[in-house]
């Protein structure tokens, strides 16, 4: 092969980005259907949000949908939902966006962190039942970077130890987990519908759920015009006013524009899902570098392959440092760089911060004492060392062979020429990653 771009030698990746990482894909009916919300001053109503919610909640074969705000709002949402409260404590990954677990906090709970799978980069189960203790109520499952949890092993041991699952969709619209759609394993389920995302309509977010009261608990939290609809009677007692004193009813722009990508996304999720199981399969084999995906007949998929990763095995490229590697395929012409969402359990606001001043760490806040729930000391080795053994790549949205190829193969040229790269190799860490992963644009 070439000489490698890093050192003088010509760049792989020649062809131009086009619209091929533009995203979200926006049509004529899109852009109609918020100019018509627009003129009929409809901004703040419910009528179009309620018909989303019912396509939606259908596509997961779901009973009931609260549209929100956001997602950090719908997973909040979620867990007032399905009861979680003062001095409760949630079990959920360390590698993943705050907003998966956060919230929890505002509830008086404890957020408790398990590790991750290296193959899956999502909670590992097995660490799942090292975390349970009496005061557990629930496990937030992340479908991290797209790919589906192992939900048959998180199911049974909800089952096993009476707890509640809710899962965080936001990275794994259309998944499916062994046929079955994700969002629709737990008790509840909470997705952004942000417009980095991949069902991308805007700020906002939606909560699923198939139990009447969490569902009228979520109304309860946030939606005070939407409280005529809560039947259960310790609930309806005190309606009127959101208990959680929040507000976070649905933009309709978002909800309008929700509604037309539904009509479009599953061919969008086919398209992107044919271009990235092409990229993977070119790369089949090539030392150090690991696909992110299911298996090939487990009937699971990553639906849109939200921000897309993948796994590094420095082993095999003679201990090369993965932040030499992605710079040396950047310099190829396929931006690469390595790690992704900081490890959460490292950050002080789950030990030490008092954020409502309660004179003691929020984390804390309601355990009796003799508790201390900080997790800067917990052990997480899988999570304390991911930066180091992934790395982003491109999120193609078509299926465009040429194109795909050059960035395929600018992966695979820097990884046959690996020993040309060790002699420069400072051996620089990946460092912490970041706590909010960013797309590019284009
Ligand atoms: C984006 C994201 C959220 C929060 O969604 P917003 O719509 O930005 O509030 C929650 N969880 C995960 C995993 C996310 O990536």
Redesign the pocket.
Known sequence: MSRLAIMGGAKTVTSEDGDMFAWPIVNKAMEDTVVNVLRDRNMSGTDITKKFERQFADWHGMKYAVGCS??????QSAMYAVGVGAGDEIIAPSI?????CTQALTLGASVIFADIDPETLCIDPKDIENRITKRTKAIVV?H?LGMPADMDSIMAIAKKNNLKVIE?V??AHGALYKGKIVGSFGDAS?????T??AFAIG???IMLTNDRTAYERALLLGHYERHKEISTPELSQAAGIPWGGYKYRMHQMSSAIGLEQLKKFPSEMAEINTAMNYFWDMLEGVPGLGSHRPAKDSGSTKGAW??PHGLYKSEELGGLSVKRFCDAVSSEGSPASPGC?SALHQHPLFSSVDVYGHGRPTQNAFQSPGIDNSQDRIKLPVSDGIQERTFNIPWFKHFRKEVIEQHAKAFMKVAENYRELLPGDEKISAGQGQW??TARKS
């Open positions: 956001s997602g950090t709002a719908s997973i993943t966006y705050w907003a998966s992340v991290y965080d936001s990275h909470g997705f952004s519908l942000m980095g995302k700020e906002s977010g939200y921000a969402n909010a992963l």
